[in-house]
């Protein structure tokens, strides 16, 4: 493997890291869990050509901030993804949102896992309060997205509770918890007891963003070779369905749809890879407010964002199934110069967003 860029240097190969990358994917909507599943990251980690090893999001043409890594997470992803939330607000949103209550007592006996602390710049989740016989709060294990990546860690209740009053973190409770979906164990995730799952790749060939990974109509798609044993890859559904092995075999203008491809030899077939390729549709008029109209077949609008250049939120505007039924939604413009305008749609292998439009404002 190479080294994964990293915000601060890189994750060096070789070197065993625990969590996901840190990484603000904003620019393109790839955060891990909640626009990408484990299975396309892990299967991208695999991938040595991959898009984990070959881009670096701050780079061009990206032009991202607070990013490197091209699949990652930061600290309100995290926690919208824990909570499974319908997008990826900025931390300093979590106070404002009518779904979280500011808990009465601010004091550690008062947390329970999922209780959110927030204070501006920053968010992270309580996983776990471990109390003695007399109910007195010991530990506090807390999901948090800082630094280098994402992961779980525990510390004494005395250090917990000396960070909150140093750093001025308020504590609140996300209302709707309850119907947060049941946890289901993941082969690549090891949480708490479990145990690590051996999981067998495939080792013939993925594509650059992993297995079951999602494509914009018009982006190449790239599919990463590496066992010469077989003589063509054969893409299902595709215009063309053979292609002579190289190390990475780049195909364009694929019809949006579920594509199944594998290596043969005309006697063997691989283990197979699937991708997606979407055509999301959006346009926008300006009449006082922005009249956003959007359309994906097989994609479901999700939220619209606007945004500046390297994807930094300015406003994130939920859409509920009635605005995704008529196929728009009206919002207010902002009040700035320049700024751009996407849709994310939900997609079968993660999400997509739409080339982002360039807004003025009048």
């Not at 990484?23 to 393109?28: A, C, D, E, L, M």
């Not at 250049?309 to 300015?314: A, I, L, T, V, W």
Request: a negative charge.
């Amino acid at each position: 493997m190479l080294d994964i860029p990293g915000n601060s240097g890189v994750y060096p190969a070789g070197i065993e890291v625990l969590g996901i990358p840190y990484s603000s994917t904003k620019q393109i909507d790839k955060y891990v869990g909640l626009d990408v599943s484990f299975h396309t990251f892990m299967t991208a980690v695999h991938n040595p050509r991959s898009v984990l090893y070959t881009e670096n999001l701050s780079d061009a043409p990206y032009f991202g901030s607070n990013c490197a890594s091209y699949y990652g997470t930061v600290c309100s992803s995290a926690v919208a993804y824990a909570l499974n939330l319908d997008a990826p607000f900025s931390s300093s949103s979590y106070p404002t949102l009518t779904c979280f209550y500011k808990i009465p007592n601010q004091n550690l006996e008062s947390l329970e896992p999922g209780d959110v602390l927030q204070r501006p710049g920053h968010v992270f989740m309580v996983y776990k309060v471990d109390k003695n016989d007399r109910g007195t709060v010991t530990n506090v294990s807390c999901f948090e997205a800082a630094s280098r990546s994402a992961r779980i860690s525990t510390t004494s209740a005395n250090s917990f509770m000396e960070r909150l009053e140093r750093e001025g973190y308020v504590a609140y409770r996300y209302d709707e918890i309850d119907d947060v979906n049941q946890y289901e164990s993941s082969p690549y995730v090891a949480v708490g007891s479990e145990s690590v799952s051996v999981v067998k790749y495939n080792d013939s060939l993925c594509p650059n963003r992993g297995d079951k990974s999602v494509y914009r109509a018009g982006e190449p798609v790239v599919i990463n070779i590496f066992d010469d044993s077989y003589t063509s890859l054969i893409v299902e559904g595709a215009e063309v369905f053979s292609f002579k092995i190289d190390d990475d075999i780049k195909i364009d203008n694929l019809l949006p749809g579920l594509y199944e491809a594998y290596l043969t030899d005309g006697i063997r077939k691989s283990s197979p890879i699937s991708f997606f390729v979407a055509e999301p549709k959006v346009t926008v008029e300006n009449n006082g407010q922005l009249h956003v109209a959007f359309s994906c077949e097989q994609g479901t609008p999700s939220y619209c964002v606007l945004c500046e250049r390297d994807g930094s939120f300015k406003a994130i505007h939920v859409i509920s199934g009635e605005d995704a039924e008529q196929g728009y939604i009206d919002i207010d413009p902002l009040d700035i110069g320049s700024y751009y305008c996407k849709v994310v749609f939900d997609t079968p292998y993660g999400t997509v967003i739409n080339e982002p439009i360039e807004l003025s404002h009048i």
